[in-house]
């Protein structure tokens, strides 16, 4: 089993930054992959970034050039930077981790940005 954390959710003003953490405990094997997916009311989860553990990272289109994931091995911990933040960046955010066949999420974190 594995258990995931999150936190850094909040309310933001358009253009404004959060920082997202997701620490993984539990029985953790390598390589992995952690990512952050979102949902926003009335959709459907989406890929908002993964990294793995080689440091390999992929983003939705959508948030190119604004978000950054990184991860600490050492603290088997995820982040997702989040800079220039729009009003449709508002959405519950979870952490996942993946394992080969298996697969972990956290219980989310919700991000709203408003003015």
């Known amino acids: 089993q594995v258990q995931l954390v999150e936190s850094g959710g909040g309310l933001v003003q358009p253009g404004g930054s959060l920082r997202l953490s997701c620490a993984a405990s539990g029985k953790i094997f390598s390589p992995n992959t952690m990512g952050w997916y979102r949902q926003a009311p009335g959709k459907q989860r989406e890929l908002v970034a993964y990294i793995t553990s080689g440091g390999s990272t992929n983003y939705a289109d959508s948030v190119k050039g604004r978000f950054t994931i990184s991860r600490d091995n050492a603290k088997n911990t995820v982040y997702l930077q989040m800079n220039s933040l729009k009003p449709e960046d508002t959405a519950d955010y979870y952490c996942?981790?993946?394992?080969?066949?298996?697969?972990?999420w956290g219980q989310g974190t919700q991000v709203t940005v408003s003015s």
């Open positions: 996942n981790y993946n394992y080969r066949y298996l697969d972990y």
